[in-house]
């Protein structure tokens, strides 16, 4: 059961700023970091529409250059990476999990991965259509379907998009569904659970993995859990 570092390591430091992700790399297989463009077109890690909650700039990140956006205090002097950055400072660490935000940005996107070469490397999005366009500028790249609310027949429309992966809100995640998914070769991959009781849920419904804004304290629990099943 794989960890995935939630925008790094949310709760260790500013989220999706290269520090955040360092911290994430010591405990995680794999990091999550979320993609928008800017202005002019640089996949830049930015969870928010805007830039307000999370920098000490105003307006949203479609509107400012990178120039503009990098300027900002992302929080601990930490600036805003591009998706270039975090490749380049994961390169074969670990693996990535990219979320993309928005429609559209699939294009520059798949650009950079395809030209960084990082493995293991997922693409995940809220958004099917997303999903089968990297398919196509990306054939081989798994992807991974996130959703928040019960989809009926989710399995089913996995297997025939040629989703590899879903990524259910942790409540959601009903062993039945687990179950259902792993009987068509699909990964299940639930957020974002951040005590003992979750991992241990999710250890018990037989999840592939599962996002953590704590990936070294799900990591330490993970090893002494493990080290107590019989077997």
Known sequence: MF????RGAKMEAPENTLKAI???????????VDVRLTLDR????????????????EGLVRDMTYEELHNLNAGDGERV????????????????FIEVKEPGTEMEICAVLD????????????HSSVLETVSELLPGTP???IFPRPI?????????????????RFDIAEPELVASAHSSDITVVPWT???????????????????????????????????????
């Open 3 to 6: 960890i995935v570092g939630h």
């Open 22 to 32: 360092r911290i994430g790399m010591r405990c995680a297989e794999f990091i999550e």
């Open 42 to 57: 640089i996949p830049v890690i930015m969870h928010d529409p805007g830039v307000d909650r999370t920098t000490d700039g």
């Open 81 to 96: 990476p591009s998706l270039s950055e975090v490749c380049r400072l994961v390169n074969g660490e670990c693996g990535l």
């Open 115 to 126: 030209h960084e070469s990082i493995s293991p490397a997922w693409v995940v999005s809220f």
């Open 143 to 145: 992807t991974g379907l």
């Open 152 to 168: 009926p027949g989710v399995v089913e429309i996995a297997r025939r998009k040629k989703i590899h992966g879903i990524l259910p």
């Open 193 to 231: 659970l951040n005590d003992t009781g979750e991992w241990e849920r999710a250890a018990g419904s037989g999840v592939d993995g599962f996002a953590t804004d704590r990936p070294c304290s799900a990591k330490k629990w993970k090893e002494e859990y493990w080290s107590n099943v019989p077997g």
